[in-house]
């Protein structure tokens, strides 16, 4: 009944829609926009009353008054409907909420609440807590060989965080989510072999490139072709591996939407084939020059790798519902599982897990998992060689394998 009555308030919805797509084109809502977009760029910056009436105020009206306009609120909410209310109607008809929003948060912010864009404010530069990163990498403490940590250890949300968590300080990770028991008693296990495919290798930055070698440059594809390689030859996994380029644009470097492209190819890569049970997102991270992550795993210089998590969650403004995250949970039990399994066999393979506000697409599967090889003073072979423990603890994951003791 509720579904009935929902879809009614929507056609009728759709009528005034109708009307007010005629008005726009007739004048009137072109004069309108004009007043509007004049009348706000007189407003000076900083002036807090004025912003809470005009942003917070405006969405308090709109969930009462005209939730249409709100339905980026509404986690999961589907209607063929909703991209003219929301791209046409608050951008074009209402342009003012569109132009509050830019004006307070920064310019690009409001594009960015309708899709998985990292707008210009977000990026690595700009951002102190990732400055801090490049300065103390986090490395993963060491173990010995075949230790593991105690379940009891592990359920205690302090100790989780100190040992294995570098929370960016835009963002928060909650004791519910980070939920040790809960996410180590969590199977992620899978069918092995299988003659279909099980594993899905892509890069949303391929473009980036390692330190050259032998004078030549080589780019975080490469790696993926060698984790493939890894997989198949000596796991029987089979795998497929997407080589697009996500991050340029008519040959040049533009990452503003390479997480909407990748995302893209890899939901239709996953329609057809239903059989793959883990993405990975292979990179390639960015830190002080004179920061060299490398080990040695059976006697070959080594790139270290860093597990990365979105939590769809700001510090300041909360959780983000236009970026809901349903896998979120088995996302951070992939990675925290994977984790131990890597401190048990390969003691300082791994740097600590980073944690960040988006999602970075990690929600278009259970063991989605976005991962940093190396940074840009390793060699493509010492990423490559990083390869080898991946795919052998990836296959332990796969296997139904807890690194933990009782």
């Known amino acids: 009944m509720r579904e009935k009555n929902l879809r009614t308030v929507e056609l009728l919805l759709f009528f005034l829609f109708l009307i007010l797509f005629f008005l726009y084109f007739t004048g009137s809502g072109v004069r309108l926009k004009k007043k509007s977009e004049s009348l706000w760029r007189g407003i000076p910056v900083h002036r807090e009353i004025l912003r809470d009436a005009t942003e917070n105020g405006m969405n308090r009206v709109q969930e009462e008054f005209t939730p249409i306009l709100h339905y980026d609120h509404f986690e999961g909410a589907k209607s063929m409907l909703r991209p003219f209310f929301q791209n046409f109607m608050q951008e074009e008809v209402f342009p003012i909420q569109k132009f509050t929003i830019d004006y307070w948060q920064g310019s690009g912010y409001y594009e960015a609440r309708y899709s998985d ?4 404010y977000f990026t690595e530069s700009d951002d102190q807590s990732v400055e801090r990163k490049k300065k103390d990498p ?9 230790e593991r940590y105690s379940l009891k250890q592990l359920s205690s949300y302090s100790f989780l965080l100190e040992h294995f968590y570098i929370v960016d300080g835009t963002t928060t990770l909650t004791k519910n989510e980070l939920n040790g028991l809960r996410l180590l008693k969590t199977d992620l296990s899978a069918k092995i072999p299988e003659t279909k495919p099980l594993v899905l290798i892509y890069h949303t930055h391929g473009s980036e490139t390692y330190k050259k070698e032998d004078g030549k440059e080589s780019s975080v594809i ?30 040049r470097l533009d990452r503003n939407a390479a997480y909407n492209f990748a995302g893209d190819s890899v939901e239709n890569t996953l329609k057809k084939n239903p059989s793959i049970k883990v993405v990975l997102d292979l990179h390639r991270d960015s830190v002080e020059d004179k920061i060299h992550l490398v ?22 403004s909360g959780e983000i519902a236009y970026l809901y995250n349903p896998n979120k949970e088995e996302n951070l039990a992939t990675s925290l599982q994977m984790q131990l399994l890597c401190a048990r066999y390969y003691p300082g393979f791994t740097r600590k897990i980073y944690v960040k506000g988006y999602r970075y697409n990690l929600h278009l599967a259970k063991r989605a998992m976005l991962i940093e090889v190396g940074a840009q003073n390793n060699t493509v072979s010492e990423a490559k060689n990083a390869m080898k423990p991946l795919a052998h603890v990836l296959y332990r994951l796969l296997s139904g394998e807890k690194a933990y003791r009782k």
């Open 222 to 251: 490469e790696v993926g072709t060698a984790l493939k390689k890894e997989l198949e030859k000596n796991y029987g996994i089979k795998t497929i591996h997407d080589t697009s380029v996500y991050d340029q644009v008519d040959g």
């Open 295 to 316: 080990t040695k795993i059976d006697g070959e210089k080594t790139a270290q790798i860093m597990f990365f998590n979105g939590v769809s969650r700001l510090k300041k």
């Open 117 to 120: 864009n990292v707008p210009d």
């Open 138 to 146: 986090g490395k993963m403490e060491k173990t010995k060989k075949r």
